[in-house]
Nanobody
Framework: QVRLVESGGGLVQAGDSLRLSCTAS????????MGWFRQAPGKDRELVAS????????YTADHVKGRFTASTGNAQNTVYLQMNSLQFDDTGVYYC?????????????????WGQGTQVTVSA
C-alpha cells in the first residue's frame, strides 16, 4: 500500500505556470505506474498524464499536450506535473494516482491508490 499527498495547487492567472507535486510514502519507480488526473466542476475525472512503472516513459493526454509534462523526481518517491500556459478550462481538482497492477495505466479503473487532490484555479 502507498499513501499519496499532492501539493502545489493554487489560484493563478491564465498564461501562468504551476508545478504540482505528489509525494508517495514509498518509492514509486519500479513499484507503481503513476498518473495525474483532474476533475473540473460538473465533469468526470480525466487523465492528464501518466508515467510508466519503470519511470522511463511518460504519456500526456492530447488535450494538454505541449503544455503539461509529468516527471519523476530524483528521490523517486515524488512525481511532478509541470503545467505551463494555463487556461481557464484547466481549473479543477488534480489527483495523483498509483497503479500496482499495471506497468502503464491510462484509465481510472487501472489505478489502485489515490491522493486527496489539490485545487487549481485559473482566472481568465
Amino acid at each position: 500500500q502507498v499513501r499519496l499527498v499532492e501539493s502545489g495547487g493554487g489560484l493563478v492567472q491564465a498564461g501562468d505556470s504551476l508545478r504540482l507535486s505528489c509525494t508517495a510514502s514509498r518509492g514509486t519507480v519500479g513499484r507503481y505506474a503513476m498518473g495525474w488526473f483532474r476533475q473540473a466542476p460538473g465533469k468526470d475525472r480525466e487523465l492528464v498524464a501518466s508515467i510508466t512503472r519503470s519511470g522511463a516513459s511518460t504519456y500526456t493526454a492530447d488535450h494538454v499536450k505541449g503544455r503539461f509534462t509529468a516527471s519523476t523526481g530524483n528521490a523517486q518517491n515524488t512525481v511532478y506535473l509541470q503545467m505551463n500556459s494555463l487556461q481557464f478550462d484547466d481549473t479543477g481538482v488534480y489527483y495523483c494516482a498509483a497503479s500496482q497492477r499495471f506497468t502503464f495505466a491510462i484509465t481510472e479503473a487501472q489505478y489502485d491508490y489515490w491522493g486527496q487532490g489539490t485545487q487549481v484555479t485559473v482566472s481568465a
